[in-house]
Every structure is written in structure tokens, then in C-alpha cells.
């Protein structure tokens, strides 16, 4: 796990995320493993992340799957939309406390550009705006 994080970060660093042309450019972070189970209503929940461009809007969008151990989807979901053109090789961050990793993605500190999108069952049920999210917290 620590040699994908590290080969992952510097994958990030080589290039600068703006030259980020295609999905096949993420397929790195997509293999990112689940996240440790946390609680969740009804019954716990591990996270899965699957990147995406949306070459539209210029958006690197992050959904934020919730699932049981057993492969049961949960019935809250979240997506992040995080504009390109606040993004860097330094808006990637790893982060270790004990045993336990999280990757913290950050759009310009003066800028609140990141949005999270929150579904509970199909629908949206609350959008937040900041300039940071944590990814995790993994083995």
C-alpha cells in the first residue's frame, strides 16, 4: 500500500494536472483500495473512489462509493467536482497518523471551489463548498 501511495504522489508530481488529457490518465487512482470500514446508518460502510474527467467543464470529478464489506451499496452517496484549473502538484497531499493514510486534495487556499455533493437515495440532498477534502482513511 505505502509503494502505491508513494508511486501515486509521484505520478501526481511528474505531471502537472492540468495536462491530465484523458480517463486513462487516472486509471492509478482509481486503483486506489478501499478506505477502513466507518460507521454509517443502517449498518458500516468502507469507501471506494473512482476519478473521472468531465472535459466539458474542465472538472476532475471523484465519486465517493459506499458500500457494506459484503458489497451492498449504501443509500447516502457523495461526488466531489473539483475544477481543473485550481489544481497543482502541490493541491495533493498524503497524510499519516498510526497506521492509517488519507490523501488530501486542496484547490487554491483563497478559493472555496471545491464542491460535494451529497445523494441520499438517487437524490441530492445537500451540496457543500470548500477548498479541501480528505480521501480515506486507508491501511
Given at each position: 500500500?505505502?509503494?502505491?501511495?508513494?508511486?501515486?504522489?509521484?505520478?501526481?508530481?511528474?505531471?502537472?494536472?492540468?495536462?491530465?488529457?484523458?480517463?486513462?490518465?487516472?486509471?492509478?487512482?482509481?486503483?486506489?483500495?478501499?478506505?477502513?470500514?466507518?460507521?454509517?446508518?443502517?449498518?458500516?460502510?468502507?469507501?471506494?473512489?473512482?476519478f473521472k474527467?468531465?472535459?466539458?467543464?474542465?472538472?476532475?470529478?471523484?465519486?465517493?462509493?459506499?458500500?457494506?464489506?459484503?458489497?451492498?451499496?449504501?443509500?447516502?452517496?457523495?461526488?466531489?467536482?473539483?475544477?481543473?484549473?485550481?489544481?497543482?502538484?502541490?493541491?495533493?497531499?498524503?497524510?499519516?497518523?498510526?497506521?492509517?493514510?488519507?490523501?488530501?486534495?486542496?484547490?487554491?487556499?483563497?478559493?472555496?471551489s471545491i464542491?460535494?455533493?451529497?445523494?441520499?437515495?438517487?437524490?441530492?440532498?445537500?451540496?457543500?463548498?470548500s477548498n479541501?477534502?480528505?480521501?480515506?482513511?486507508?491501511?
Open positions: 500500500m505505502k509503494i502505491e501511495i508513494k508511486f501515486l504522489i509521484f505520478i501526481v508530481i511528474g505531471f502537472n494536472i492540468h495536462s491530465i488529457k484523458s480517463q486513462n490518465d487516472l486509471q492509478k487512482f482509481n486503483q486506489l483500495p478501499h478506505t477502513i470500514e466507518v460507521r454509517a446508518p443502517e449498518f458500516n460502510t468502507e469507501k471506494k473512489y473512482f474527467m468531465d472535459t466539458i467543464n474542465h472538472s476532475l470529478i471523484i465519486q465517493d462509493l459506499r458500500m457494506s464489506k459484503d458489497g451492498t451499496v449504501h443509500f447516502y452517496q457523495f461526488l466531489h467536482e473539483i475544477p481543473l484549473g485550481e489544481l497543482n502538484s502541490e493541491s495533493f497531499k498524503i497524510q499519516k497518523d498510526f497506521d492509517e493514510i488519507t490523501i488530501d486534495i486542496s484547490s487554491a487556499p483563497d478559493k472555496i464542491m460535494t455533493y451529497m445523494f441520499q437515495e438517487g437524490k441530492v440532498s445537500s451540496i457543500q463548498a479541501t477534502i480528505s480521501l480515506g482513511k486507508s491501511n
